[in-house]
């Protein structure tokens, strides 16, 4: 008995971490903007391209900002959520319409609700590749010191909302 | 058509297709070279399991590019990778640096090495061991007799 305790308890060993592993989402990469200052960026705005925008305008407020695009399939799942967080009122949500066509992301927003106070628009990608964005759509939540608190890559789900992204907005504004 | 007609055309039309292939590379191979060598050890981040030399993605292009500018502006390959990873992480890298998180990556395969050589040689030892069950030289001729077709028993 003993003698097959050592590769049963090897064998059994091994499946708790394949199934471990399954579970894991390698899409899921560990950001290493969290706990750092929110890259600068200055960019026009969607609706008015004349007007510019940039994280600075933003020092003192807690917010989240979203990154968005008419093309992708999963802000289409996740505008709901978006629209239901912006009905809250608990903090201000800033779009970033990444690589889009400017008529695109206006005839989404038209159609589909608008739950951003504003978007601005990355046209070539860069401040995206600053934020190190490479699933959209991607969400950061920052602090009133413009530290970057959060990031979520992929569609936020109304748990994920409920559950990470409006503590921490709450225990952010109190701080 | 007369011959010497058509191998005039033939060389009129083939010359601007040879020279729309060349053109990027003859742009600066130097620089292009040194951009792949280095995308070749970067990790797509779209497409998980091939480098941004070899993706096809948008971000991988964009990536490329982004790479090929700041050479251009002349950053050192360091300073280029360590662009990418303050924005993606060490995950964008094939070959993950040295620390306390990626001890495990680097060492743990050796060590399960050493581990299963360990093993192996202790079953062996202990084997030879097992096999010298005290045959004597007496036992070992009349084995040898038995074997030569000596008279049996």
Known sequence: ?????????????????????????????????IGKAAPHFELPELHQAAKTFSERDMLGKVWVLNVWASWCVSCREEHPVLLDLAAKGEVPIYGLNYKDRREDGLAWLKGMGDPYKLSIFDFDGRVGIDYGVYGVPETYVIDKSGVIRYKRIGPLTPEIVKEKVLPLVRELGRA | ??????????????????????????????????????????????????????????????????????????????????????????????????????????????MLLAVGFAVLLRRVRRRRQADDTGTTDADRRRAAELLAGGEPR
């Open chain 1, 1 to 33: 008995m003993t003698r097959f305790a050592i590769p049963v308890a090897i064998f059994v060993a091994l499946l708790v971490l394949l199934g471990i592993g399954l579970k894991l989402d390698p899409r899921e990469v560990p950001s290493p903007l």
């Open chain 2, 1 to 110: 058509m007369p011959r010497p007609l058509a191998l005039l055309l033939l060389v009129l039309l083939s010359a601007p297709i040879a020279a729309k292939e060349a053109a990027p590379a003859a742009a600066d191979p130097v620089l292009e070279k040194r951009v792949m060598t280095l995308a070749e050890e970067l990790r797509c981040l779209v497409c998980q399991n091939q480098t941004l030399a070899e993706s096809n993605a948008p971000l991988a292009e964009d990536l490329r590019n982004q790479v090929r500018e700041k050479m251009r502006q002349g950053r050192s390959d360091k300073e280029v990778v360590d662009f990418l990873v303050e924005r993606y992480g060490d995950f964008v890298l094939y070959r993950p640096p040295l620390k306390t998180t990626t001890v495990l990556l680097w060492f743990g395969p050796p």
